[in-house]
């Protein structure tokens, strides 16, 4: 049934110190809303557990991209729309700015955040395998101070993370050393904008002299959290690429992943996808990759 | 404000709609959505799916396309909207629905209020889209009846017509 809203409560404090008070002193009580792309969606079914809600749409502390020497932090609360726009980001971290750009349409857009696709944390969230591949790191804050944790270890089993109740995503931060990468996306769904992908892919990777000098593969919708594929790129990782490098790869693929069946595909059916895009990729990466 | 999730009370929120200030008491978890046709009843805003997925519900908020379906109201507190009564206000938009008149872009018209806003808010931000970039800016928008073909050839005519001028 559909919620009502005198139900619920929702705040506003406007600045993050004062939402990270709220969340210290009734822990776990308060859920925070950015951009209620997957909140909202939850609450018009009736499903929101949650009965506090406190809002931390388009707060300054979170919706700020910085740029360091070595890396480039990214408010949590930033918007696909901001990361879109933004140059940096399409040009250093390309896999990010598309998976951006395929995450709904436009007002989607606008609203849903990075943050909020890390801790909503779908295994078919369309940025997470990007965050693999760029080896992000988390920047967590809490009325006790921060903590940064890799991504790597952030998403912990089906939908759930290590986020503690009082704690906040404030940025994502990408390292900026993968200038000389030959980077590729895929998303094999219904259709592109606006549809749940049966199977997405991040990747890049670098050649020298012929051979796969660094390989980072990572993928969506193939296991209960996005999986970055390390038995794969190892199995690549100093080899030429021929034939018998393509087929190697789709059998470490397909036995690396844990597709399951739902209602969008088959588990076999994603296995045979899986393999196929790391091949396809090895491919374009041998004909269009940058020689180092 | 009430401690009792049970039974929050309302909040007096101001916001700026079509050009006139408002002032509305609502439920801060209130729909934009509701608020807009219920309290101020501007009912061209539609409700499709409530959940995000057909932008029928689109308004523009601080001028940038969102579903209003998504939105408690509370975030849009002190915001400007603007829903298709008020688009007028912006010059793109006689010129996109003479488009989809003339063009068969509205046929049952639930849509419609949604695509000329999405429309708008694109030729803003590119005043010569190409096809593609057209379909994508209108990709949260969808049409059971028109099958999209005559909705992108009116924004492709609107655009030639200077609708970004
Ligand atoms: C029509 C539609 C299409 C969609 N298509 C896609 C798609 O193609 N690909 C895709 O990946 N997703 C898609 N989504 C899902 C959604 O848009 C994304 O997951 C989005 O990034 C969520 O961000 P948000 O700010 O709206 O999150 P919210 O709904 O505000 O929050 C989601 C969760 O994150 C928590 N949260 C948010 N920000 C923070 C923070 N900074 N720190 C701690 N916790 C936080 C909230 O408490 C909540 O638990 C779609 C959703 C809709 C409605
Ligand atoms: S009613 Fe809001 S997107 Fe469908
Ligand atoms: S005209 Fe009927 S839904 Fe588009």
Redesign the interface.
Same mark, same amino acid.
């Given at each position: 049934m559909r919620a009502h809203p005198a139900n619920y409560e929702l705040v506003a404090p406007g600045g993050l110190s004062a939402v990270l008070s709220l969340l210290a002193k009734e822990r776990g009580v308060w859920l925070p809303i950015a951009g209620g792309t997957d909140v909202m969606v939850e609450y018009a079914a009736g499903k929101l557990p949650a009965r506090k809600l406190v809002s931390i749409w388009n707060l300054p502390e979170l919706r700020r991209i910085e740029v360091f020497p070595g890396e480039i932090r990214i408010g949590a609360g930033c918007t696909y729309t901001d990361l879109r726009v933004h140059d940096m980001v399409g040009r250093e971290f390309p896999l990010l700015a598309n998976a951006a750009s395929w995450t709904g349409g436009i007002a989607n857009q606008n609203r849903g955040t990075i943050g909020g696709n890390i801790v909503n944390a779908s295994p078919a969230a369309d940025s997470l395998p990007a965050l693999l591949v760029y080896e992000a790191e988390l920047i967590l804050v809490s009325a006790n101070g921060e903590r940064r944790v890799p991504y790597s270890n952030f998403h912990v089993a089906y939908r759930k993370t290590r986020l503690a109740p009082d704690e906040l995503i404030r940025a994502v931060c990408l390292p900026r050393c993968f200038s000389r990468y030959y980077a590729h996306a895929r998303k094999v769904g219904p259709r592109k904008a606006q549809a749940i992908a049966k199977v997405c892919l991040a990747a890049q990777a670098r050649l020298e002299n012929g051979v796969v000098e660094d390989i980072r593969v990572a993928m969506g919708s193939v296991a209960p959290v996005p999986l970055r594929l390390v038995r794969t790129e190892d199995s690549i990782k100093r080899k030429p690429i021929d034939a018998a490098l393509l087929r190697l790869a789709r059998q470490t693929t397909a036995a690396e992943i844990q597709p399951i069946d739902d209602i969008r595909s088959t588990a076999s059916y994603r296995a045979a996808v899986a393999g196929n895009l790391v091949a396809e990729f090895l491919q374009a990466l041998s004909t269009r990759g940058m020689q180092g | !404000?009430?401690e009792s +999730?049970?039974? #929050?009370s309302k909040w007096e929120i101001t916001l700026t709609v079509n050009g006139k200030r408002v002032t509305v008491q @609502?439920? @801060? !978890? *209130?729909?934009l959505l509701d608020v807009v046709r219920n309290d101020l009843g501007l009912k061209g805003t539609k409700e499709g799916c409530? *959940? /995000?997925?057909c /932008?029928s519900c #689109?308004v523009l908020m601080d001028g $940038?396309? $969102?579903?209003s379906? =998504?939105? +408690?109201v =509370?975030?849009a507190?002190d915001s400007t909207i603007i829903t298709i009564e008020g688009v007028q206000a912006d010059g793109r938009a006689p010129v996109v629905q003479q488009a989809f008149l003339e063009y068969g872009g509205a046929q049952c018209g639930i849509c419609t209020p949604g695509m000329i806003l @999405?429309a708008c808010? =694109?030729l803003q931000k590119k005043p010569q889209p190409t096809i593609e970039e057209i379909r994508?800016? =209108? #990709? /949260?928008?969808l049409c059971r009846c028109t099958g999209y073909l005559q909705i992108i050839e009116a924004v492709k005519e609107a655009a030639r017509r200077g609708a970004a001028t």
């Open positions: - | !404000m009430s +999730p049970d039974e #929050s @609502a439920y @801060a !978890m *209130e729909r409530g *959940e /995000g997925e /932008g #689109s $940038v396309l $969102v579903n379906c =998504l939105i +408690p =509370l975030q507190k @999405a808010h =694109l994508e800016g =209108l #990709s /949260g928008n």
